[in-house]
């Protein structure tokens, strides 16, 4: 591979903004920051869409891929070929892209002539054969693997049998926000004065916010001043298949629960810089995330990179981050366990604040 002082073109391929995914925020970031780094670099972005008419993206963006048109990544790949890109930076997830285990994206390796650099946000511990396939493939066809937690390059190695000299180990990143006192920003919420739990990210069922909600009463009780802000629009899969069902029946159990008055929703997508002001408001932070098998989480990522004490139930990433007391781990879907950790919590402002020492040592 050339070494960086050579690599004076990128080809960022994945989601892209304004798409409404957490790979579209990375891939975003990511060039952005690269570009930011190293402004003599150019870069541009190959994103894929998945509806017909596309998205209003920025000038960055140089060609599209129609999610389920195979034919689009072939053409890609030789848009790819003629570009003067030095590498390809490819972000991955099974999801994003078309065909039985999000194949698609083979065709466009096998024509490429170009050295790839592949980011895999999701590692399956127990794959189909068609998902062990696409993995294999995928490997096969990357110069480097770039995972953002030890347990995902661990997990590619002894299942996918990836060489570990093509992998490099390299954290999530998150945006710089001051560490300043909470009330700071709280004002232009309309929560000075309180103490705010917030969990933020697009909406769908796995996010188990349900369990906070059933927490809250117990919470209330002894703390009536919290507030818990849920910041972020229903995921666009989650709209076009259920519509609102979930977001509504938050709302339904926050009214039946009695804590109506203490749950702010905030139904929107918002961008980094108020997203930051959000962070900054934050007494706790919570990730109720309900599937064991998140490898990462940017959410995530971003509250602990802030100082902020997190409560989170102990998906993969969670567990690894947070492990030897840098934040709370509670057992999934345990509503009783949250109010109990959320309550020693607010207790004990030492232990809280003691956590974000641990920001400074990873």
Known sequence: MQTASALRTIAFL??????????ATFTS????????AYPENKCFAVPVNDIAAGYEYPDVVRFEIGEQDLSSYQRAADFLNISNADIICLQHEFGIFGGPAGSHILALLHELKRPV??????????PNAEQRRVMQELIAHSTRL?????????MLQEIYKAPPAKIDLIPHGIPDIPFVDPNYYKDQFGVEGRVVLLTFGLLSPNKGIEHVLNALPAILAE?????????????PNEVREQGEVYRLSLGRLAKKNNVQKNVIFHNRFVELEQLKEFIGAADLYITPYLNEAQITSGTLAYTFGAGKAVVSTPYWHAAELLAEERG?????????AIARELISLLRDDTRRHAMRKYVYKL
Do not use: E, W
């Open 146 to 154: 770039v995972f953002m937690s030890d347990r995902g390059r661990q």
């Open 14 to 23: 994945g989601d892209y903004l304004p798409r409404k995914c957490g790979i």
């Open 29 to 36: 970031d990511l060039l952005t920051a690269i570009t930011t």
């Open 223 to 235: 703390f009536p001043n919290v507030v818990y802000i849920i910041l972020g629009a229903t995921h």
């Open 328 to 336: 709370v781990l509670v057992p999934f879907g345990d509503a009783g």
């Open 117 to 126: 650099v592949t980011t895999l946000h999701t590692v399956l511990s127990a």
